[in-house]
């Protein structure tokens, strides 16, 4: 049996001139294989999960200035030495 591709989260930063429509943009990045997450009107960010393979097809679309991919930070607990 195959694996399935990994998910990454990701950030959809919306151009200026698309922003009137963020929401018909979020409909066209669900059906491009996005799972939404929250979409941000007033900061015109859309962000949710995606199978890595498929990023590149959401920075295609119109109305998409950016994506960016999620970091992941950890911060040593506070017995240890590294702080």
């Known amino acids: 049996m195959a694996s399935k591709e990994p998910l990454v989260s990701i950030t959809v930063l919306v151009d200026e001139d698309a922003l009137p429509r963020i929401k018909s943009l979020a409909r066209r990045l669900e059906n491009a294989g996005l ?8 900061t015109g960010t859309i962000t949710g999960t995606i199978s890595a393979n498929k990023v590149r097809t959401l920075t295609k679309l119109e109305g998409v200035a950016a994506v960016e991919e999620g970091r992941r930070v950890s911060i040593p607990p506070p017995e240890s030495e590294v702080q």
């Open 35 to 42: 799972k939404i997450d929250d979409v941000q009107e007033a």
